[in-house]
């Protein structure tokens, strides 16, 4: 019976991968996340939790045959931890195919002890079944032993009001969000969101479809607002009701006339009562279901007296507002919620929220600094109502082929109103100071110290032992070889007496004149001889090499240089840059993008030196590709690397216009 009922469902299972967008430090952080959802139609809807596809900007599902596909995200209820997304059928490899998809069963017919199985791909890996029993049908964390609590995910949005969970002994692990919970005929009766030791949670599965059915028919789950907050009278000492506890100013239930401490006995005259916490999730679904703009009438009792209140139900908007990164700035922002507005105090939701900030960024080193917490109102003068404004403000800003020296920010911070400028543009980082070419002889080499050369036989035998002689310089043309020992420059003794000497050599080189004659005696093979050759100048070394850092593909190069071609064996006519670095989950890493990659080539652009691969990133900056591909060396091997850029991840709000103009 566990294996029909298995096979009705897993075939149906998908792995998701999320590339995921996320803002602080001020700016965007790129990350990767997992999942596991379930295929609930031949159209390739697939059911996941919200937390697995919250901030998804790319999504990748792998199939029951392995085939891994592109999806999109339908929508999403963060209130439910549901979310939806839709395959990408035309990327299956036989078009032709039906997919298989799972079906839902009745959750409420579920019953402590029922047996169940948790289906997924924990800690990414193959897809999974674990078997358990149903614990508890209508599980509610609350915040104490007679309200009803509210889990978070983060400072501004809430989940879990409209359900109570099932729980279950089914283990769910790391990867497992999203994956479905079946019963033994083969139905889904839940949506595994959460789990511990011997403790799992699952959204109903009777809650999952209706959302689900929501998202795909209209984008969203609409829903009244009332703006109150239920208590149920376990220690209240009523016997019938439920106990307002609270209610928003200037929300719907504020207009209608109810009052915090009122207790509601009649819903559209029907009696109501809430005894116990786990009851408020249902009667808060309910009203939610109401049609939005719709009158519902609510008879309460307060302070002994029964009255009659009309409240004209209003659109629960979103939780949390939608974010951008300001990168040029160094700031993120957020769009400000009614909700918002009302967990931080705020007097007004316009403006905009700053969520982070970036160390050394013009807004941190404003007078007085923009600090996260802040809400800027104005711009320049121009206010700044919401998100939308502050991103066409700071494109307009950045197009500008001369903007402004310093931009005139008003926010809020702590209550107070505060004005402070910011610089529009930072400036270029620097290139690391390089040294002043001088003398040099192209050799490694290490002191023979007084302990050293008599450990060697040859107590008075001091100076310095040639490691390396580079190829193609005077020093090779000159026949210095490995295993040489330097005694003297220019006749003058060199003689190491400590490790502090080691760079005793080639300082006294350096006082000598680029393309001066200089003699070297040396020591091969017990015999004593001169060499003359020609000083060369120093080369730049790795360190000092100026470098570039990409915003858009989050990419660190560097100049190549004569080490880096000696250090790899490269020819002299090697040509590109060299990678130090690209920021987790960025475009360069998910393109392969390693440090040490000698990047050659960049789509149609070569790359022969630094101002070549800046002219070509900001070529692609303009034309933006739906794929790059960057040609590196790696070692010995050429490797083609391939980037897939979202060329519109300024704000988190899926509609968002294209990336700004100009140049950072």
């Known amino acids: 019976m566990v294996s029909l009922a298995r096979d009705q469902v897993f075939p149906a299972l998908v792995n998701i991968r999320v590339i995921t967008v996320s803002y602080w430090n001020g700016k965007e952080d790129k990350g990767q996340a997992t999942g596991s959802g379930t295929i609930i139609s031949p159209e390739g809807y697939v059911l996941t939790n919200f937390h697995v596809a919250e901030n998804g900007k ?72 674990t078997y358990g029993i149903v614990s508890n049908t209508e599980r509610m964390l609350t915040a104490g032993d007679d309200e009803a609590g509210e889990l978070m995910f983060d400072e501004h949005q809430r989940t879990g009001l409209f359900n109570r969970w099932i729980q279950h002994d089914a283990s769910i692990n790391p990867g497992n969000s999203g994956g479905p ?11 595994n969101t959460r789990g511990g030791e011997n403790i799992s949670f699952a959204v109903p599965g009777n809650v999952a479809k209706r959302v689900a059915e929501s998202l795909i028919s209209k984008g969203e789950v609409p829903r009244s607002w009332y703006g109150l907050a239920f208590k149920s009278i376990k220690k209240t000492g009523l016997s019938e009701g439920v106990f307002v506890n609270t209610v928003i100013d200037d929300s719907p239930a504020a207009k209608g006339g109810l009052q915090a401490g009122d207790v509601i006995v009649k819903i559209d005259g029907q009696p109501i009562t809430v005894r116990f916490p786990e009851e408020i999730p249902e009667l808060s679904r309910r009203l939610a ?9 609510f008879t309460v009792s307060r302070d002994g007296q029964a009255k009659e209140l009309t409240i004209k139900t209003a659109k629960l908007e979103k939780d949390r507002g939608d974010e951008a990164a300001f990168r040029a700035w160094g700031i993120t922002g957020q769009s400000i919620t009614e909700r918002m507005a009302h967990v931080r105090r705020l007097d007004r939701p316009d403006g905009v929220l700053v969520t982070s900030v970036r160390n050394g960024s013009s807004a941190a080193q404003a007078e007085p600094p923009i600090s996260e917490g802040d809400v800027i109102r104005k711009i320049d003068g121009k206010p700044i109502p919401n998100l939308d404004a502050f991103i066409e403000t700071y494109r307009q800003v950045m197009a500008a082929e001369k903007p402004p020296e310093y931009l005139l920010i008003e926010y809020e911070t702590n209550a107070k109103n505060q004005i402070t400028l910011i610089k529009p543009k930072p400036d270029k980082d620097d290139d690391p100071p390089r040294e002043v070419p001088k003398a040099w002889v192209a050799v490694e080499t290490q002191a023979v110290l007084p302990k050293l050369a008599r450990q060697l036989g040859e107590p008075d035998q001091l100076g310095f032992r040639v490691t390396l002689v ?27 007496q400590r490790n502090e000497d ?15 004659e200089a003699a070297l005696t040396i020591v091969r093979g017990g ?61 360069a890493a998910l393109a392969g993008l390693t440090p040490g990659d000698l990047i050659q080539k960049i789509n149609a652009h070569t790359i022969t030196d630094l101002k070549s691969y800046r002219d070509a990133m900001d070529a692609i900056a303009k034309a933006e590709p739906a794929r790059v591909v960057f040609v590196v060396l790696r070692g010995g091997d050429t490797h083609f690397q391939y980037a897939e850029p979202e060329w519109n991840p300024l704000s988190s709000k899926p509609s968002a216009a294209s990336r700004p103009a100009g140049k950072e």
Not at 74 to 103: I, S, Y
Not at 183 to 191: A, F, I, P, S, T
Not at 551 to 566: I, Y
Request: hydrophobic share 40%; net charge negative.
């Open 58 to 129: 790319r999504f990748k599902c792998t199939l029951s045959d392995k085939q891994e596909i592109s999806a999109t995200l339908v929508g999403e209820d963060p209130l439910t931890d549901l979310a939806v997304l839709k395959l990408d059928l035309g990327e299956l490899k036989d078009k032709g195919t039906v997919l298989p998809f799972a079906h839902f069963g009745d959750s409420d017919r579920l019953e402590i002890g029922d047996p169940v199985m948790a289906m997924g791909s924990p800690f990414s890996l193959s897809r999974s079944v």
């Open 527 to 587: 015999a004593r001889s001169d060499v003359k050759l020609k000083l060369e100048r120093t080369r730049i070394r790795p360190e000092e090499a100026r470098k570039d850092v990409n915003r858009d593909f989050e990419l660190t190069v560097r100049e190549l240089t004569f080490f880096d071609r000696h250090e790899n064996r490269w020819s002299e006519n090697t040509q590109g840059v060299i990678v130090i670095g690209a920021e987790r989950a960025s475009w």
């Open 181 to 191: 919970l079946v019963n033994l005929r083969g139905e889904v009766v839940g949506v």
């Open 289 to 297: 279901d109401r049609p939005i703009g719709s009158d519902v009438h």
């Open 470 to 496: 580079y190829p193609n310089t005077g020093a090779a043309k000159a026949g210095l070889q490995v295993g040489d020992l330097i005694v003297a420059l220019d006749g003058e003794p060199l003689r190491p």
């Open 502 to 516: 080691s760079g005793l050599f080639q300082r006294m080189v350096r006082k000598n004149e680029i393309d001066a």
